[in-house]
């Protein structure tokens, strides 16, 4: 493959995110980076128009749009696939029906999690919250990176225990938050907590689930906005 056409990427790099067209190889290469770069700068930025309030619904529909040709060249990456696959609901969602955008964004906030409590249990049972497993993840973040605050809680059986059965009682039980709404703020802190909490096992779900919370409290603020006038 000509050094002109490879941009500094190793195969491996391709190989890894199943990029089945890049590895077509000479310039070929160039031009299938070029077509990905630019569907991500279309998704960003029609993104960045709806959320200014520049032709929202036409916005909305570009990114939805390419997030089907963006997305695909990397998803087959666990850790992608794992953040992006609510996007295209959500998108959805906010074009056919905006009025109701909040509470059908909660929940599919809802069955992420619920599913989530659920994959644990079919994977472990009620084994995955006697602590071992978030003491092996600990344990092997310090070994790979280093991190001594992770080596500090895996020490400590009973710890790991008790924030694994709150972790999978609250995915378990996150529905709650749709039949119960004056009670959505126990599980918005318990999963703010949650993400908190394994900061120090280098898990930083916080960076894409976080934004998800202003989902909850959007209806707060609304309130708090129409009481406080500028």
């Not at 497993?133 to 991190?147: E, G, V």
């Not at 694994?164 to 907590?193: A, C, D, N």
Request: glycine share 8%.
């Amino acid at each position: 493959m000509p050094h002109s056409c490879q941009f500094g990427l190793k195969l491996g790099d391709f190989e890894s995110a199943n990029f089945n067209l890049l590895l077509q190889g000479g310039c070929g290469v160039a031009h299938a980076l070029g077509v990905f770069q630019g569907l991500g700068l279309i998704f960003i930025a029609s993104m960045a128009a709806a959320a200014a309030g520049f032709g929202h619904t036409v916005a909305l529909f570009a990114a939805f749009v390419s997030f089907f040709g963006y997305f695909p060249w990397i998803v087959r990456l666990g850790y992608v696939r794992r953040k992006a696959n609510q996007i295209p609901m959500v998108l959805l969602i906010l074009m056919v029906s905006p009025s109701q955008a909040l509470p059908a964004i909660e929940g599919l906030i809802s069955v992420v999690y619920f599913s989530a409590g659920i994959a644990k249990l079919a994977e472990s049972g009620p084994r995955w919250a006697n602590g071992e497993t978030f003491q092996s993840h600990l344990i092997a973040t310090y070994l790979l990176r280093d991190r001594k605050s992770a080596l500090w809680l895996s020490r400590s059986r009973t710890a790991c225990a008790v924030i694994s059965t709150v972790v999978l009682v609250w995915e378990l039980t996150f529905p709650v938050v749709l039949i119960l709404p004056q009670y959505k703020w126990i599980w918005v802190v318990t999963g703010v907590l949650f993400h908190l909490s394994t900061v120090p096992a280098r898990i930083h779900y916080w960076i894409y689930f976080g934004p998800l919370y202003f989902v909850f409290l959007a209806p707060w603020g609304a309130d708090w906005l129409n009481r406080h006038p500028w």
